[in-house]
């Protein structure tokens, strides 16, 4: 009897931020739709696709050791595939190839429509045909873009480019392959049309790109009927969405009126881009909860200016009091970078006024990391900040937003919030999930209540996490 040939195996690593999270999932649902089988190790994996993160050098460094680990694997199986998927695949391109020749694939964001068909060609240029050594050769355009062969020397077959840019391409009509559980991230948007002066993303994620906001709210109605009961829209700058006349307001709107969802949350806003209609939205709607990442940056308006953020910090603060005014209890965090070129010790402390002056409940804080490629990399070389003045303000920022955390959160000892348990807690008998203003509480239950809300007492706090005590099963009908 013939036996069937076994399905191709696929891993995917995922590096970065929560766009490149869903990105993975993306990848897994168009090998999965092509007979791959997804594995989670890279032991079990004929395909290994690590998928990378190119906003900070330390984030690349990473992904070079993984891939040089990876190499060890490939070395007992040589017909093993390593791919470099994402943006600092598409930011090194070709330069990767040489640096890393065991990697087979680098692939950019824009071309993962493509993916089945680069590992099919990668398979057929591994078998015969060929070029020199070293002479890229354009082999063709798969549904992802120009599918460049470059050949190895020593006979060890061929490495695969694929890069373009695609300013149409937002992953219309593919399916994602998402883990089980309550929340889901729903992309309604990728790239970006801002040039801060400090950000890769516009370089290596091309222009905005909206999806469709018919796709987006049939996909989000789909996850409601598997039982997702939380979501949270993903773009650059996702409060910009525009498609065919409805606007982000109207799309969140509408996903928050879908039955069965009971929490929608959308990150990352652009401050310029909360209106007083997105406020009302937010305000109005049962669904969606009482928490806004406002990514600050600096609270300076001459830093702000160099690094092309398009609004000034006394604008910032309108759009704070816009918020709290409709919203009074809503929870607000925030980005900062510190030591951006030409930042000086008085600019520094006004970020930390501006920490002062909005308190929000939590911060991401970063030192200032040079990327090549971006614009701020022009500004003349004296003007880069020194290595122990760059650390010495990040721990000063991190000091100042980790105390106005802590006083915000023992503020709120004896509140009761509905939590969405997400996962086992640390300790045995332990559960841990978030409340509506996206804070983190600890407390005794069961695991297998994952996905299910709780009214917790909040009693203690680390800081920065809650410890708390159940006080009853939040009512399970959906709101909205
Ligand atoms: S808004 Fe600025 S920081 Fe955000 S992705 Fe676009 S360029 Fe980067």
Known sequence: MNQ???????????????????????????????????????????????????????????????VSQLNGLKRERPDMVIGVTGCMAQRLGKTLLEQAPYVDLVMGPDGYRGLPEALERLERERSGGGSEHGTPRAAGVAPGGTISVIERSRGRGPQLAVLDLNMDENYQGLERRRADGPSAWVPIQRGCDHRCTYCIVPYVRGGEKNRSAVEVLSEVRRLAEQGVTEVTLLGQTVNSYV????????????????????????????????????????????AVCEQLHLPAQAGNNRTLKRMLRRYTVESLLEKVDLVRSAIPDVALSTDIIVAFPGETDDEFRDTLDLMRTVRF????????????????????????????????????????????????????????????????????????????????????GDPARIGEYADARLDRTTGVTFIGTEVGAAESVAAG
């Open 4 to 66: 069937k040939p076994r399905p191709k195996r696929a891993y995917v690593e995922t590096y970065g931020c929560q766009m490149n999270i869903s990105d993975g999932e993306l990848m897994q649902g168009i090998l999965a739709d092509h007979g791959y089988e997804i594995v989670g190790a890279p032991e079990d994996a004929d395909v290994v696709l690590v998928n990378t993160c190119a906003i900070r050098e330390h984030a690349e460094r990473r992904v070079l050791g993984r």
């Open 243 to 286: 498609w065919e006349g409805v606007s982000f307001p109207g799309l969140l709107r509408d996903v928050a009126r879908i039955d069965g969802i009971r929490r929608v949350r959308f990150t990352s806003p652009h401050p310029n881009d909360v209106t007083p209609d997105l406020v009302e939205v937010m305000a109005e709607e049962d």
């Open 361 to 444: 409940d939590e911060a991401f804080t970063y030192k200032y990391s040079l990327r090549e490629g971006t614009p701020a990399t022009r500004l003349p070389e004296s003007d880069f900040v020194d290595a122990d003045v760059a650390q010495a303000r990040l721990a000063e920022l991190i000091e100042v937003s980790r105390d106005i955390q802590s006083e915000i959160n023992h503020s709120e000892i004896g509140r009761v919030e509905e939590v969405l348990i997400e996962h086992t807690g640390r300790d045995e008998g332990q559960v841990r999930g978030r409340t509506r203003r996206s804070k983190v509480v600890v407390f005794d």
